[in-house]
Every structure is written in structure tokens, then in C-alpha cells.
């Protein structure tokens, strides 16, 4: 029998003390463990951020320029639309799909505005899964961290295609193409754009045109992740294979991030973009993802979309941006030149070639969970447990120290 001090299984004292530690986040619990460090020679080679030569996060001077432009407004804080400001979206979409994308023309792709490329995913995956019958994706092996545990919170079965051979340190192409040839029609498949996170190897064009084959054969929905346009080679061809898709699928999302390109990490400014069939189609698709906006966060937030809407239309601001992201673009590459050279001068009997192979912010080092834990404990330097270390976080300071640490743990 209850009494008055008998706790029955549904009061709050029960289910909230009964709440179990949840995993700490692979990418952002190694900055929380990093701040916690308190060796000042410490360097963070774990979250996807690039620093300047002096271990800067840079404000960009085309971001400057807007700032300056957009106080000169004195623009009012008012609310905006549920899929964002209009003039980003218009901006967005010249920018990702081309301005003469016959798509684009004909009223097929819709854009929204979004709290980065993460929140472009989320937005994505939770209109996905209300209206496909199918709730299953599938994503690389190995993938961005959090995309697993994005969509299974979207309520997807989240599946893994063959992408990296660790034997080779390749891309195992043929087991990508068998898996992607034995998913059902309609499965939606996760690709990244280009600068794959983590591994840092891309499909090349043959490959794209391959791949682009089969999931038009099956029928299957691709989602594009872009979240480092930029950083491979050039804004225009990293940002081809969007463009071709959303020529040749009848069906393709997309999620664009601009917090790399534009060092805008806190201002979680991306977009989230669908092409569908025809404009009908299109108009009933925005006001299904402006029913997923409005129950999350209503509307988005302005400031970070008026730098960026400033800057892509800004011809003159176009050009400095494009300069300073090349130059973020070639510091990178000179630092992977010199990882690649220090270590194998520390290391004759290995091979380090890889790592000039591989682009944008990552590089898979081949380091395991143990290395990483030994280079955190021992070296104060914070890798993520699958290797993955943050070539944009090395400078002409501090690659020394890393390049000898990971020579002796490897
Ligand atoms: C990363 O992969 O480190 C970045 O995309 C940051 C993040 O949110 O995980």
C-alpha cells in the first residue's frame, strides 16, 4: 500500500534522479577536456577550426567590411521570416546551385536559412523523416561524428557504406558503389560535398559521375554536405559536384555551412537547401520545412546572415573574401608539406605521404584511441580519439612539438 512518503515509478524525484551521464561529444568534449588543461604549451587538434599562423581564430577582413557596412544602417532587431532573411537565401542559392541553374530557374529548389551546417542537417533530416515512408539513411564509414547521432535523434536507422580502406589509406571506391547498388529506392545517403570530414579524401570526378549513376538508377535521395566549400581547391570547383547533382537528380538536400569559410563559427550562419521536381512541389516542401523551423526555434537569427548576405553581394567584398579564404587554403596546405616532412624525418620507416594527399581542415593521421589518449595525456596535445587531427590548428609555432609527439606515440 502507498503511504504518503512511498515514492510511486512516475514522480519527478524518480525519473530525474534515475538520469544516467550521457557520452561526452567526441568533437566539442575534447575542446571542454582541452579548456580544462591547464599546461599553457597546450594545442587543440580536435574541433574543426582554423586558426592563423599566430593560433588566431582570424576575423576576416570582408567580415570587417560588412560589419562596418551594416552599422552605417542601423538595421532594427526585428524577427525574420521563419526560413530567414530573403536576401541570404537569393544569395545563397547563386552561390551553391549557379545563377543560371535551370533548377533555379524554374522555381525547383527551395533554400532556408540555418544555424550552421549542422542545423541545415537537422532541418533536412526531421522534414525527411516526416514524409518518407523509408527511415533509414546511410552514411560513410567513417563519417562526421555527429551525423550518426543527428539523424538517429531525427529518428532515423542510421546504416554505413564503405568509404575508407585504413589498409591503403584510399578510398575503398568498389565497396562504396556495391553498397549504394544494394540500397532500397528512396533511402537517402549522406555525401560530403567535398574536404570529407574526416578522412580528408574526396571522389574524383570519375568517381562523382559513377556514383551520381547508381543513385539515379536506384532512386536514391542524396544529401549533400558542404561545410567546407572553399577549402579543397577553389570556391567554384568545390562547388561543382552540388551544382551537378542538382542537375542530373530529381531529388537532392543540401546543407551549406558558413562558419569555416568565413570564421563565423559562433554566429551558426548555414543554409539548408532541397530540389525538387517542379515549383509546386517546391512551394509545398518550404511550407512543410517552415512547419520543422517554427516548432524548433521559430525564426533564425539575423546578424550573422546579413555579413554574409553583404559580402556575396558585394562584388568587391566577393573578391577579398575569395583572396582570404585562399590564403586560409594555402596556409593549410603548407602545413600539411611540413607535417608530412617533419615526420618523416622523425619517422624513416613510415610513410607520410598521405597527409599532402588529403584536404581541407583534417587529416586522418592513423593514430588510434591510445595514441590519442597518449598524446592528450602525456603532450597536452588533444587529437580526437579516431585519429583525426585539425591541420588548420598547426602553425610554424607549435608544429614542431606536435610532429615529435605524434613520432613517438605512433
Ligand atoms: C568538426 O567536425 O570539428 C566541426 O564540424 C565542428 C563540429 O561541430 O563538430
Not at 574526416?198 to 574524383?204: F, I, K, R, V, W
Not at 563565423?264 to 509546386?280: N, P, Q
Not at 518550404?286 to 558585394?314: C, E, F, M, W
Not at 603532450?379 to 615529435?404: F, M, Q
Request: hydrophobic letters at 40%.
Amino acid at each position: 500500500m502507498l503511504n504518503g512518503n512511498t515514492m510511486s515509478k512516475s514522480t519527478p524525484e524518480t525519473f530525474f534522479s534515475a538520469i544516467p551521464m550521457a557520452m561526452r561529444d567526441p568533437i566539442l568534449g575534447i575542446t571542454e577536456a582541452f579548456n580544462a588543461d591547464t599546461n599553457p604549451e597546450k594545442i587543440n587538434l580536435g574541433v574543426g577550426v582554423y586558426y592563423d599562423d599566430n593560433g588566431k581564430v582570424p576575423q576576416l577582413q570582408c567580415v570587417r567590411e560588412a560589419e562596418a557596412v551594416m552599422l552605417k544602417k542601423a538595421m532594427p532587431h526585428t524577427y525574420l521570416p521563419i526560413d530567414g532573411l530573403p536576401s541570404f537565401i537569393t544569395a545563397v542559392q547563386k552561390m551553391v546551385f549557379g545563377e543560371d541553374n535551370p533548377a533555379l530557374r524554374e522555381g525547383r529548389i527551395i533554400t532556408t536559412q540555418a544555424l550552421g551546417g549542422t542545423g541545415a542537417l537537422r532541418i533536412g533530416a526531421d522534414f525527411l523523416r516526416r514524409f518518407s515512408p523509408n527511415p533509414q539513411v546511410w552514411i560513410s564509414d567513417p563519417s562526421w561524428e555527429n551525423h550518426r547521432a543527428l539523424f538517429e535523434a531525427s529518428g532515423f536507422t542510421v546504416n554505413a557504406y564503405p568509404y575508407y580502406d585504413a589498409a591503403t589509406r584510399s578510398i575503398n571506391f568498389n565497396g562504396m558503389v556495391e553498397a549504394f547498388q544494394s540500397m532500397p529506392e528512396g533511402t537517402a545517403v549522406v555525401l560530403h560535398a567535398c574536404c570529407h570530414n574526416p578522412t580528408g579524401l574526396d571522389l574524383s570526378e570519375g568517381q562523382w559521375d559513377e556514383i551520381m549513376a547508381v543513385i539515379q538508377e536506384r532512386s536514391l535521395v542524396p544529401f549533400l554536405d558542404m561545410a567546407y566549400q572553399g577549402f579543397a581547391q577553389s570556391l567554384e570547383a568545390d562547388g561543382r559536384i552540388v551544382r551537378r547533382f542538382s542537375e542530373n537528380c530529381p531529388y537532392v538536400l543540401v546543407s551549406n555551412s558558413y562558419s569555416k569559410s568565413f570564421s563565423l563559427y559562433g554566429e551558426r550562419i548555414g543554409a539548408f537547401s532541397l530540389v525538387t521536381r517542379s515549383a509546386d512541389e517546391a512551394a509545398r516542401a518550404l511550407s512543410q520545412v517552415k512547419r520543422v523551423i517554427r516548432t524548433n526555434y521559430s525564426n533564425p537569427a539575423r546578424h550573422g546572415a546579413d555579413i554574409v548576405t553583404t559580402v556575396l553581394t558585394s562584388p568587391e567584398l566577393y573578391t577579398m573574401w575569395d583572396n582570404e579564404l585562399s590564403e586560409m587554403r594555402s596556409r593549410i596546405r603548407q602545413m600539411r608539406e611540413r607535417l608530412a616532412q617533419d615526420l618523416s624525418a622523425l619517422r624513416e620507416d613510415a610513410d607520410f605521404h598521405y597527409i599532402t594527399l588529403q584536404n581541407g581542415l583534417f587529416s586522418y593521421s592513423g593514430l588510434g584511441k591510445e595514441q590519442a589518449e597518449t598524446l592528450r595525456n602525456d603532450h597536452s596535445i588533444y587529437a580526437l580519439d579516431t585519429g583525426r587531427i585539425c591541420v588548420a590548428a598547426l602553425n610554424s609555432a607549435n608544429i614542431g612539438r606536435v610532429a615529435k609527439a605524434i613520432a613517438r606515440v605512433l
